[in-house]
């Protein structure tokens, strides 16, 4: 794929899905391999009732995060130490190489908007095992 710049305006629909790093499914969405972007990612990420991602970060790529539905906590900090509820309407951000973890602890399905400076959004994932066991089952 080309590195320059896209010069037209696109339009996705939500529609395939991937299995990212991190053992969620991502609805496909804005990257580099979609629309050619440069410099950020959007996607939307829904995750089961009891669904658990894998212990990660994101080396030197920030996230933001829009939760649309349901509630999650996510574990977050050099050995997880630290522990934020989110719910519907709550925005969240992540620092480039901040290792974290989201459990959906509720009930329902939790639905959010991810957006990272990634382009590729998978590429900078790299995976934490030695933190799995930090963070109750």
């Known amino acids: 794929m080309s590195t320059s710049m896209p010069t037209t305006c696109q339009k996705l629909r939500l529609g395939e899905t991937y299995q990212g790093k991190q053992g969620f499914s991502y609805f496909q969405g804005i990257a580099r391999e979609t629309t050619g972007s440069q410099g950020i990612c959007m996607h939307i990420l829904r995750i089961p009732p009891g669904g658990r991602a894998k212990a990660h970060l994101h080396e030197s790529h920030e996230t933001a995060i829009y939760v649309l539905e349901g509630e999650a906590i996510m574990?977050?900090?050099?050995?997880?130490?630290?522990?934020?509820?989110?719910?519907?309407?709550?925005?969240?951000?992540?620092?480039?190489g901040v290792p974290h973890l989201p459990i959906n602890t509720g009930s329902v399905e939790a639905v959010a908007v991810i957006a990272r400076t990634d382009p590729h959004e998978q590429e900078s994932v790299r995976l934490l095992p030695e933190l799995e066991d930090l963070v109750p089952q």
Do not use: C, F, K
Request: aromatic content about 14%; hydrophobic content about 35%; cysteine-free.
């Open 75 to 96: 574990y977050w900090g050099e050995q997880l130490e630290h522990r934020m509820e989110t719910n519907a309407g709550d925005l969240v951000y992540i620092p480039a």
